[in-house]
């Protein structure tokens, strides 16, 4: 019953294009490619409803395991982030240097948490919390690089990653000041939009000093560009 009234429920919530979400979803045209999905899950039953829903929603095509260096997104329903979960992760990974990961999770401890992010990892979503609809707006959103970590659990993640810092070896150079700035500020949660009226810059002067601190750290997305600032030392 469960699962029938999580598919009501994102029906009556409506299409996926164009509905507000933290993970700042952007509006995509019909002639757009449709992102390349990879679904994994612990549990049958959960596999097949998230290819039923998910599969009917109009900008994601789901692909095959075999097909997974096509993928751009591996979206993982599992019960919590176990050995196994960040085995395949760090799998796919290897196999696919350009996936983006989302986690859909039961639980997850902090200590885990920085282990995933470390990896890459920039959406991670507590089941209970979300629904299918959201789940598609945030593979959407990661899609584009963006990231999407509950609030409750961000603080002390970066928290833990600050009482580690330094580990990771001599901080890297080439990041001009605004870009540390910006930087800080995704460490604090906010997103674009927040970003750029905070610093009075224009949202797409802002994508791209993203963009140059993702490359210049040599980041999957914003997540991990921060997860590697703060391990060296940089914020």
Sequence with gaps: MRL????????????????????????????????????????????????????????????????RDTADVLLYFAADASDRVISAVEEYVRTNARLQIVLVLDRISE??????????????LIREQCGFAQVARTVVAAREG????????????????R???????????????RELRVLGLLAEGLDTIQIAQRL???????????QRV??????????????????VGVI
Excluded: F
């Design 163 to 177: 009482e580690e810092e330094g580990d990771g070896g001599a901080a890297p150079h080439g990041l001009e000041p």
């Design 4 to 67: 029938k009234e999580m598919v009501r429920a994102e029906q009556r919530e409506g299409p996926v294009s164009g509905s507000s979400s933290p993970a700042e979803a952007p509006q995509r045209g019909a002639t757009t490619p449709r992102i390349a999905v990879t679904l994994l899950a612990d549990d049958r039953l959960t596999l097949e409803g998230a290819r039923v829903v998910l599969g009917s929603v109009p900008e994601l095509l789901l692909v095959q395991d075999d097909r």
């Design 200 to 210: 009075n810059y224009s949202d797409r002067t802002i994508k791209t000093i993203i």
């Design 111 to 124: 200590s885990r948490l920085a282990r995933v992010v470390g990896l890459g990892v920039a959406n991670v």
């Design 146 to 161: 963006h990231g999407n970590v509950p609030s409750y659990l961000l603080g002390p993640l970066l928290r833990r990653m």
């Design 214 to 231: 993702i490359s210049t750290l040599e980041a999957r997305n914003r997540v991990h560009a921060v997860a590697r600032a703060i391990r």
